[in-house]
T-cell receptor, first 120, second 109 residues
Framework: GAVVSQHPSWVICKSGTSVKIECRSL??????MFWYRQFPKQSLMLMAT?????????EQGVEKDKFLINHASLTLSTLTVTSAHPEDSSFYIC????????????????FGPGTRLTVL | GQNIDQPTEMTATEGAIVQINCTYQ??????LFWYQQHAGEAPTFLSY??LDGLEEKGRFSSFLSRSKGYSYLLLKELQMKDSASYLC??????????WGAGTKLIIKP
């Protein structure tokens, strides 16, 4: 099946620093990847849709200058949290859609394992 | 606006059957997903329905009625490992997933 990896799994950083999270589709090409944020006991919140070779589409209320997204290849998207603050502490999850056939008939999104960010 | 409703929390007994309901109002419909999410982990795919009716997959079944904007996830022969949150999500006309808040399922021995 389609596999999506994320790195790092968890990160602790000081307030004011920047953190980069990588999302990779390991065995398929993903022209579209999605970045979600999930606070404790809440559902997933879509932050942005990342399109290979073009600018990301951000959801309302998500600061594009703070959450930088780069989707430079068909298998890699990165999310950089710039000048992180304690309120940015959350569980960040990426997902990817395989448009190459097979399970894509379900329009299924494959999720990475998530990255837990803690900003001190 | 777009809205997905599901119960916040449910409790069931090991070995029993539980049904988790989901109602939705979205701009367009391209299918409904159920995901399972254990605490601290990413969601894992359980089922996808795009046509009316029941889809059975082992101990889990999912039902959809598009005319009623309604789906349910049925879990049989409950096991302790089924304790998790169950997320209902609808793919709207823009092929964007609209997520419910999730139902926390607690299994008691």
């Amino acid at each position: 099946g389609a596999v999506v990896s994320q790195h790092p799994s968890w990160v602790i950083c000081k307030s004011g620093t920047s953190v980069k999270i990588e999302c990779r589709s390991l065995d398929f090409q993903a022209t579209t990847m999605f970045w979600y944020r999930q606070f404790p006991k809440q559902s997933l919140m879509l932050m942005a849709t990342s399109n290979e070779g073009s600018k990301a589409t951000y959801e309302q209320g998500v600061e594009k200058d703070k959450f930088l997204i780069n989707h430079a290849s068909l298998t890699l998207s990165t999310l950089t949290v710039t000048s992180a603050h304690p309120e940015d502490s959350s569980f960040y999850i990426c997902s990817a859609r395989d448009l190459g056939g097979g399970s894509s008939s379900y329009n299924e999104q494959f999720f990475g394992p998530g990255t837990r960010l803690t900003v001190l | 606006g777009q809205n997905i409703d599901q119960p916040t929390e449910m409790t069931a007994t090991e070995g029993a059957i539980v049904q988790i309901n989901c109602t939705y109002q979205t701009s367009g419909f391209n299918g409904l997903f159920w995901y399972q999410q254990h605490a601290g982990e990413a969601p894992t795919f359980l089922s996808y329905n795009v046509l009316d009716g029941l889809e059975e997959k082992g101990r889990f079944s999912s039902f959809l009625s598009r005319s009623k904007g309604y789906s349910y996830l049925l879990l049989k022969e409950l096991q302790m490992k089924d304790s998790a949150s169950y997320l209902c999500a609808v793919l709207d006309s823009n092929y964007q997933l609209i997520w419910g808040a999730g139902t926390k399922l607690i299994i008691k021995p």
